[in-house]
């Protein structure tokens, strides 16, 4: 497994996980095959015309894109019980976690790792239970004939997806905890955030150097550093196409937030000048 610790703004940052290929089991387990199953039966459902299976992928996609992008991210990291089922020597080397040494200072490494893998954990925990326990409640809903009980599906989803992030986010605090992580800078992505930090911040050059440019970075305010086209030179400068979609979703859902909350400090701004 190799880790990858990706800036989307000043302050936020995805993690994002892309097994190597000895970490790839021969067999597929009951979980990896049902999941399999399920991602088939909806890409043959995007392809209908009309109907309700059109109308549920329209409302899913939606729905996807709201979950947030730190439970996606958590999600890419595979249990600990299961990473050390593929390689019964786990724990006794370290894992590389790749950056931009320009935008993220490595002496943070750790603490900024620790506090993606803490910080949502009981979030994930509560949620999970909460959705495996309203899931029965809405099994009656399945005796209509024809459209699938969409509720149940959805919380099952919900929760298998929260247990995900959770065996995620444990699995990562090990890693920082017992130190296995071994952070490299990557020179490919810091040229890339280079070019982005010079147009987001001000007065920071794209030659500026690294040390100082990352000290650029900590005392900025809260400022998104990619743009959507990125996304996919992200995918392709870490040979891991899949990190694309999450880094759109990430780059969309913080910009969002971004803008939200600036609109709201003017018009709190704009209040206290009204009075």
Partial sequence: MRLFLIPISTRRALIYARPLR????????????????AAQTWASWEEADKGWKK?????????????PYEEWGLKSIPSLSAQRRLDDQYGTHKIDVLFPGNS??????PALLGAIATDRQELHRKKMWWSFAAAPITAPLGLIPIVPNIPFFYLVYRGWSHWRALNGSRHLEYLVQNGLLNPISLPELERLYAKRASYALDDTQIDTPPSEMVED?????DRVLLKMSD???????????ELALEAERAIVQVSGQLKAQQEQKAKAEADKKSR
């Fill in 22 to 37: 000895r970490d790839r089991p021969k067999e597929l387990s009951l979980l990896d095959r049902v999941t399999s199953k």
């Fill in 55 to 67: 109308h549920l992928v329209h409302w899913g996609n939606r729905m996807q894109q709201r979950i």
């Fill in 104 to 109: 993220v200072r490595l002496s943070r490494i």
């Fill in 217 to 221: 970075v900590e005392q900025s305010d």
């Fill in 231 to 241: 996304a996919k030179k992200l995918a392709s400068i870490l040979e891991a196409p």
